[in-house]
Antibody, heavy 121, light 107 residues
Framework: QVLLQESGPGVVKPSGTLSLTCAVS?????????WGWVRQTPGKGLEWIGE???????KYSPSLKGRVTISVDKSNNHFSLILTSVTAADTAVYYC??????????????WGQGTRVTVSS | DIQMTQSPSSLSANIGDTVTITCRPS??????LSWYQQKPGKAPKLLIY???TVHSADPSRFSGRGSGTDFTLTISSLQPEDFATYYC?????????FGQGTRLDVK
């Protein structure tokens, strides 16, 4: 059973850096899974941010590339999201998620509960 | 980016009804299509992946079909717990993109 739990500040100042962590309970972060981030806003709906494999291989949404970094911390069994130069448009509920790294299973089967981040001064 | 057009955007139905939600990608995505159910305040829950493989739903009531640019999710014999918002997701190409959602509520 994989359990994911997001944590991080609920408010970030404009032009600041959003930093979230997803703690993984159950398997090791080095399991054969991809670890990802998805956000949700009332206006744009669900938006895929990117994902990482424990080897360090990453995939990012081009619309956020240059501002987003996803990393893995093997010693603490968690992975993180950093988003720089935030604006009000980055206000959202952020979910971490996981999917098997198996051919044909390109879908997130485990999700954290989500954490709301507001960009505001 | 591949645009995912879901229809209808909202749907009212009765317990016991059968409903179908459609998802049309702007380009072919082979069978890289999954369906999610989301209830208010909760994370999305994977129902179906690879177009038709049921993950965590009653396979006797939830089914997915399609390929290319035309996909459907059918829910038969609607139960009270099925009233929620449903999303499709294409994982064929980066960036993965979601449909805008279909809200299913009780008539």
């Amino acid at each position: 059973q994989v359990l994911l739990q997001e944590s991080g500040p609920g408010v970030v100042k404009p032009s600041g850096t959003l930093s979230l962590t997803c703690a993984v309970s159950g398997p090791s972060i080095t399991a054969t899974k991809w670890w990802g981030w998805v956000r949700q806003t009332p206006g744009k709906g669900l938006e895929w941010i990117g994902e990482i494999y424990h080897s360090g291989t990453t995939k990012y949404s081009p619309s956020l590339k240059g501002r987003v970094t996803i990393s893995v911390d093997k010693s603490n069994n968690h992975f993180s999201l950093i988003l720089t130069s935030v604006t009000a448009a980055d206000t959202a509920v952020y979910y971490c998620a996981a999917r098997p790294a198996s051919v044909g299973v390109d879908a997130y089967d485990m999700w954290g509960q989500g954490t709301r981040v507001t960009v505001s001064s | 980016d591949i645009q995912m057009t879901q229809s209808p955007s909202s749907l009212s139905a009765n317990i016991g009804d059968t409903v179908t939600i459609t998802c049309r990608p702007s380009e072919t995505i082979s069978r890289y299509l999954s369906w999610y159910q989301q209830k208010p305040g909760k994370a999305p829950k994977l129902l179906i992946y690879a177009t038709s493989t049921v993950h965590s739903a009653d396979p006797s009531r939830f089914s997915g079909r399609g390929s290319g640019t035309d996909f459907t999710l059918t829910i038969s014999s609607l139960q009270p717990e099925d009233f929620a918002t449903y999303y499709c997701l294409q994982s064929y190409t980066i960036p993965w993109t979601f449909g805008q959602g279909t809200r299913l509520d009780v008539k």
